[in-house]
């Protein structure tokens, strides 16, 4: 399996993470545990979650993801196989979001107490926090990796002006730098990132885990009519695409799965996975038929005119 370089982090990474969304909403703990196996059967090892997944299900607190991972590094024994990647910053309760040095400190340990391990290999804010200065910020990241509970930081939804300000000061003050990216990046949502956040990334050299990769399951083919919004509980949140733009897409990935013998999935990963910027696209599954069809699309290499016709249709 290739690994690439995660930033200037020392992390390599499978071009492919697992998105641990999922885990304790729409799959069980013992299916999850089934997919975890066969990810890491395929050679893969980027595993992102966050303390918030799955707060937003009835009956939930924040913290389900993260336990089902910590009870099967557990089981399985596989903690020196996986990178785990988490987040904070989400709300976790009353007066419990943002990224102020207390916040990050205290949802640190109990992110380690779920997940069963001793250090996070990728530490994330989840989301910018205007009220809160960056410098403090990354002093409490940096402490957290003096400690040896972290091993590099990221940014997940930072404007690419708030992202090369945080890199500017972690340049000047000698605190941990962000050496990752985690934006919405997929055929159907290309220009927040290309215009703006791609050539920073670029020219800094900050990692790129794109989420969304399959816009909520739009890009997989399965929804192309209003009818079938109703099949997963995800489908609302593609009605958007459901447009001629939307439908000008799966066209052209329709056309290119066809030449290739392959998928409309294994198609809009593959484009991701071939961006020179991507260094690993997350994409969740739900069963081990889904997520042999996501593997596959690491072993699809698009010719020029494939992804050409691709930027073409999604421009």
Known sequence: MEKRRLGNSGLEVAPLAFGGNVFGWTVDEPTSFRLLDAFVAEGFDLIDTADAYSRWVPGNQGGESETVIGRWLKKSGNRGKVVIATKVGMEMGPGRKGLSAG???????????????????????????????????LEAYGRLVEQGKVRAVGASNFSAGRLAEALRLSGERGLPRYES????????????????LEPLCVEQNVGVISYYSLASGFLTGKYRSEEDLSKSPRGRGVKKYLDERGFRILAALDEVAARHASTPARVALAWLIARPSVTAPIASATSLEQLNDLAESVRLKLDDASVELLNRASA
Do not use: G, W
Request: glycine share 0%.
């Open 103 to 137: 916040h990050i400190v205290r949802s640190a340990e109990e992110s380690l107490r779920r997940l069963q391990t001793d250090y996070i290999d990728l530490y994330q804010s989840h989301l910018d926090d205007p009220d809160t200065p960056q410098e403090e910020t």
């Open 181 to 196: 990216l985690q934006p919405l990046y997929n055929l159907c949502e290309r220009a927040a990132f290309e215009e703006s």
